[in-house]
């Protein structure tokens, strides 16, 4: 299996919190981090855990599968 494709993850994240205008700061609070590690995982050069993944799918009201779909390789 590949790596997973973070770069588009956090894409996925950045579009989601920016259509429900969200700040990085208010994620970043949520989850206890620096700002500039939402801005991280936003633009690919770090990899949130499943644990943060989830956490930032609940704040921005969408399943884990959102961000990650594009992943999948089997055919339905």
Known sequence: MADLDFKAIGLKIKERRQQLGITQEHIANVLE????HISNIECGRANPSLTA??????????????FISGEYTYKI
């Open 33 to 36: 981090v620096n700002p500039s």
């Open 53 to 66: 993944l989830v956490k930032i799918a609940n704040i921005l009201e969408c399943s884990v599968d959102y």
